[in-house]
């Protein structure tokens, strides 16, 4: 499966559940917690999901709504390292497991998820 291809599979339903079971982690998360401000919480799971839908192959609503997404930039006023940067992505697997999709569908997710890995 094409990375495009994951929206044609799961839809904006599959990645509305998917970036809420990320948030749902964060605020009792020691080291990404403190990163959210919890007045803005909502705003950052629908800003995720967009850019996700998006970049997978569904609307370009994040890209309508905010432009490029220029995501080294949006996040230089934060101070995030390697540490923080595995947790993320620790936080974003045990969301994607809990999809409870077939491996398959899971993949290009997963390879792209790997590629941010080494940025």
Not at 7 to 20: C, D, H, M, Q
Not at 106 to 118: D, E, L, Q, T, Y
Request: charged letters at 25%.
């Amino acid at each position: 499966m094409q990375e495009l291809d994951v929206y044609s599979v799961i839809g904006a339903e599959g990645f509305t559940r998917l970036v809420a079971a990320f948030y749902r982690q964060v605020p009792q998360d020691d080291l990404l917690g403190p990163m959210y401000p919890a007045q803005d919480l909502s705003g950052a799971e629908q800003r995720l999901r967009d850019f996700l839908i998006g970049r997978f192959g569904g609307p370009q609503t994040y890209i309508e709504q905010r432009g490029h997404p220029r995501l080294r930039a949006r996040h230089s006023p934060f101070s995030i390292h390697q540490t923080a940067r595995d947790r993320w992505m620790r936080l974003m697997d045990n969301a994607l497991g809990g999809l409870h999709c077939p491996a398959k569908r899971n993949k290009s997710f997963g390879n792209s998820s790997m590629r941010c890995r080494r940025l």
